[in-house]
């Protein structure tokens, strides 16, 4: 991607998360977004197929970026670094309150943001644990491991995105700790604790 490229991408990812801070993101346009970040129509598609994808790919770039900045101390011991990660994530969402408010509201429809969150946390438990910093889900007797990994997993991941639905309905301002408060709370005996 050339500087051009760049510049275009950067100024239609801000202008799709102020327009989506300001309304439903299925409100708006292709054409509004264009004109938001001060490009042709056909720039817009050259980026996204849709303004849902575009507040998909900004919002998933900055919560990937703060995921990389929190796991890249190996040092860190099991705790601190699912603390870091979640604080990372959650100052995220709070910056972008009003868009995740909406994306993750009961009327969210075709711009929820829950799959989108969840398959985040996903990601960030499987870095973990090939981290060695998270264990494995304990198997009952016959149970299929992979199945039961999975299902924990996917359990973590949208428990986190419910909890976060929650957490954004406390009145301002909201405070990362108590989030991180909850996690410790929701989370079964065998995942690491803060």
């Given at each position: 991607?050339?500087?051009?490229?760049?510049?275009?991408?950067?100024?239609?990812?801000?202008?799709?998360?102020?327009?989506?801070?300001?309304?439903?993101?299925?409100?708006?346009?292709?054409?509004?977004?264009?004109?938001?970040?001060?490009?042709?129509?056909?720039?817009?598609?050259?980026?996204?197929?849709?303004?849902?994808?575009?507040?998909?790919?900004?919002?998933?770039?900055?919560?990937?970026?703060?995921?990389?900045?929190?796991?890249?101390?190996?040092?860190?011991?099991?705790?601190?670094?699912?603390?870091?990660?979640?604080?990372?994530?959650?100052?995220?969402?709070?910056?972008?309150?009003?868009?995740?408010?909406?994306?993750?509201?009961?009327d969210s429809g075709g711009g929820s943001l829950h799959r989108m969150l969840g398959d985040?946390?996903?990601?960030?438990?499987?870095?973990?644990?090939?981290?060695?910093?998270?264990?494995?889900?304990?198997?009952?007797?016959?149970?299929?491991?992979?199945?039961?990994?999975?299902?924990?997993?996917?359990?973590?991941?949208?428990?986190?995105?419910?909890?976060?639905?929650?957490?954004?309905?406390?009145?301002?301002?909201?405070?990362?700790?108590?989030?991180?408060?909850?996690?410790?709370?929701?989370?079964?005996?065998?995942?690491?604790?803060?």
């Amino acid at each position: 991607m050339d500087a051009r490229q760049r510049r275009s991408r950067a100024a239609l990812r801000a202008a799709v998360l102020e327009l989506a801070a300001e309304r439903s993101i299925a409100e708006v346009t292709a054409t509004d977004i264009a004109a938001a970040a001060g490009v042709h129509r056909t720039t817009f598609y050259q980026h996204a197929a849709s303004p849902v994808d575009l507040l998909l790919d900004a919002l998933g770039a900055e919560i990937d970026e703060a995921r990389e900045r929190t796991l890249t101390d190996t040092a860190a011991a099991p705790v601190e670094a699912i603390v870091a990660v979640s604080r990372a994530v959650i100052e995220h969402i709070d910056h972008h309150a009003a868009v995740y408010r909406r994306g993750l509201g009961p009327d969210s429809g075709g711009g929820s943001l829950h799959r989108m969150l969840g398959d985040h946390f996903l990601t960030s438990i499987d870095l973990l644990r090939e981290q060695g910093r998270v264990p494995d889900a304990p198997v009952p007797a016959g149970a299929d491991s992979v199945y039961v990994q999975a299902s924990v997993d996917r359990h973590h991941a949208d428990g986190a995105v419910g909890a976060i639905a929650v957490w954004l309905d406390l009145p301002e301002p909201r405070d990362p700790d108590v989030f991180i408060g909850i996690l410790d709370v929701i989370q079964p005996a065998w995942w690491p604790k803060s």
